[in-house]
């Protein structure tokens, strides 16, 4: 029952307070005119616009000791936008360290579910992303770059995913809600990578885009990992059954990785339309 | 249980203590609980900011004083702490600001009818006016920068329609000073009063310079800076209606009985019974608290504190939907303004006066509570949700 949605005493509908409710559409309902114009909200923020930027990249703390093609590179326009790319990878994946903490406390009071993650699978993801952080700590020091900047696109991405920590440092959130945030932030990361070996390939740094797309196919099985873990707490919790859950990678005794498959099911029927 | 507010010693301050894990306690669930049991914690919170915030300023200016306030205030600030940090954390700034806003109509509603001046009850419906538009506003923001209904956190005890609009309530200072009673004859409960309502529209100012510039919508940005000036407007007005001729000991005294008093009223309407306890247990500290203000009073001044301390305390705030009261003072008062400490008809505002231009000047490139509520009815689910047809149980039905 711990991952479990239960039925209970929530006011926030009109529909718990039928009386007071009719009450406040009588009040609302005479006000004239309603209209859906935000026209003017539209104009305050248009005015705003172009105002002032988040902030920059800053430049290379130095270019001594790099090679010839880090020089090259950090030449010309699209340096900042590399740099930029690298540290908003650098801070997520240094967030989500602390995400999978966040899970580990959890999962230590609530423990998982039928299908669901067992603390050595948490702990994986939890590697991987440190390991990812440090390869990208690697990269920014070997381009003469500060790795501890934070740079607009950092920023941002830190911004739109402000209310991750807050769902998973709730202890009120079972391990289910906190599966809900990660699946976010593991999209999150997985478009990110994409963007940045695609970014890579088309600047022609051959190497560093084939350390990347290693990681991105490291973040595809974080993201389809945490999406089957959550489509079968789900359906466990509302007692059906979950379809196409099959891949799992549970870090064997050896230490070696290894792919088991989940039992999956197959589709009776159609589900009735409701 | 009967409270004598110039004999019972409640806690000893001595027993006052906590620890981090005391302090820190589960908040009351956004969902579940009673939109109430959130007014009162923004209340009481306010509460004892204002009790912290008076001990200080009487602390600079009384040196003898000074370690009695700092062991009240310590044990203050700890309440204060617990308190504010019932709120919950999937509670964002803006639903949070919906509650305060509710606080501040419903609460002022309350004491705006347990009030026996008559000057001094139009005041609070006045303010009353003003708080009902700002909730207004900002639930047309919540509505249209977020998607989000202002009615989760209302659960429907509270209107929301325009009151007297936030842009005509931008008033010179002058303005915004009322007579203040008379400390030799003012009931005890007005005095209550004035410092409940004073600490309610205090906390709201300082929550909102805080939260303001964490939206990143300019549209919230200028909102909130219209209402956080209009919410220093009513801490000039609510602190203008309490005596200056009153003692720093006096003010102290009545300080620690208005915290007895709101904390007895919240104990006695809690419906969550965990919070219920916490209201309880305070309640008794600021009996202690009373207990230590009294005798210096006594000491000090050589006075009876049963010259300013009623033995009974007044009938509790009433923490409950006022909406018939507020409706009434909507349709008959919606047009008053004021002039100096008075109240007049709009059509008897001198044409030449102080509050006009200052307005003119604020409103100058638009109105941001125009603006943002620009032809906004509220509907519950959003504007964006089908019209209700005002009874959502047959509508639930319907679907």
């Known amino acids: 029952m711990k991952h479990q949605t239960t039925m209970g005493m929530n006011r926030t509908g009109v529909a718990s307070s039928p009386r007071h409710a009719k009450a406040l559409y009588d009040a609302s309902k005479r006000i004239k005119k309603p209209s859906l114009d935000g026209h003017g909200i539209m104009q305050v923020r248009q005015a705003y616009v172009n105002g002032g930027e988040l902030g920059s990249v800053p430049p290379p703390a130095t270019l001594k000791g790099l090679g010839k093609t880090f020089i090259e590179l950090l030449k010309g326009e699209r340096a900042p936008v590399l740099i930029d790319r690298l540290c908003e990878r650098l801070s997520s994946e240094r967030s989500a360290v602390r995400l999978y903490d966040g899970m580990l406390a959890k999962y230590d009071v609530m423990g998982s579910w039928p299908g669901g993650p067992t603390r050595e699978e948490i702990e994986h993801l939890r590697s991987e992303e440190l390991e990812h952080f440090r390869q990208l700590h690697r990269e920014l020091e070997s381009m003469g770059t500060d790795p501890t900047a934070l740079t607009p696109a950092a920023d941002v991405t830190s911004v739109a995913l402000m209310g991750l920590p807050q769902v998973i440092s709730d202890p009120r959130t079972n391990l289910h809600q906190c599966f809900e945030a990660m699946l976010i932030a593991e999209q999150a990361d997985y478009g990110f990578w994409e963007v940045l070996a695609n970014l890579a390939v088309e600047m022609r740094h051959d190497e560093m885009a084939g350390r990347f797309h290693r990681i991105l196919a490291r973040e595809a099985r974080h993201l389809s990992l945490t999406k089957s873990w959550l489509v079968l707490g789900v359906s466990a919790s509302a007692g059906v059954r979950a379809f196409g859950q099959e891949l799992s990678v549970r870090p064997s005794t050896d230490g070696k990785r290894r792919r088991t498959t989940r039992k999956s099911t197959k589709r009776r029927s159609r589900p009735r339309a409701r | ?399």
């Open chain 2, 1 to 399: 249980m009967t409270i004598d507010l110039r004999k019972d010693t409640g806690v000893p301050l001595s027993r006052q203590t906590f620890n981090w894990r005391e302090l820190v306690q589960t908040p009351y669930s956004k969902l579940d609980d009673d939109a109430f049991t959130r007014v009162r914690v923004v209340l009481m919170n306010g509460i004892e900011a204002e009790a912290v915030n008076f001990g200080h300023s009487c602390a600079r200016m009384n040196q003898e004083l000074r370690r009695p306030l700092a062991e009240v205030r310590r044990a203050e600030h700890f309440q204060q702490t617990l308190v504010n940090w019932l709120n919950p954390p999937d509670q964002s700034p803006l639903e949070t600001t919906i509650a305060y806003e509710q606080v501040a109509v419903e609460v002022t509603a309350s004491v705006a009818q347990n009030e026996p001046d008559p000057y001094l009850a139009q005041v609070y419906r006045f303010g009353l006016l003003e708080d009902f538009d700002h909730l207004y506003r900002y639930s047309a923001l919540m509505d249209r920068l977020l998607g989000k209904d202002a009615n989760n956190i209302l659960q429907s005890y509270t209107d929301v329609v325009p009151g007297r609009p936030t842009s005509e309530e931008h008033r010179a200072p002058s303005d915004d000073l009322r007579t203040s009673y008379d400390a030799e004859k003012a009931a005890a409960v007005s005095k209550m009063n004035a410092l409940t309502i004073l600490a309610a529209e205090q906390q709201a100012q300082n929550y909102y310079m805080n939260i303001g510039p964490q939206h990143s919508d300019p549209v919230a940005r200028q909102l909130y800076a219209e209402i956080a000036a209009v919410k220093e407007q009513h801490v000039t007005q609510y602190e203008s209606i309490i005596d200056p001729k009153e003692s720093w000991l006096e003010k102290w005294v009545l300080h620690e009985a208005t915290e007895v008093y709101n904390y007895y009223s919240c104990m006695e309407q809690e419906t969550n019974p965990r919070i219920k306890t916490i209201w309880e247990q305070f309640l008794d500290y600021e009996l202690g608290h009373l207990a230590v203000a009294r005798d210096h009073f006594e000491k000090h001044e050589h006075r009876d504190a049963a010259e300013i301390l009623p033995a009974k305390l007044p009938n509790p705030i009433s923490f409950d939907s006022h909406r018939d009261f507020i409706r009434k003072v909507l349709q008959r008062e919606v047009d008053l303004r004021a002039v100096g400490p008075e109240f007049v008809a709009s059509s008897q505002v001198p044409a030449r006066n102080p509050s006009s231009s200052y307005r003119k000047r604020l409103n100058a490139d638009g109105s941001p509570s125009e603006m943002v509520a620009a032809g906004y009815r509220m509907n519950p689910g959003t504007e964006l949700s089908p019209e209700s047809k005002g009874d959502g149980q047959k509508e639930r039905r319907a679907r």
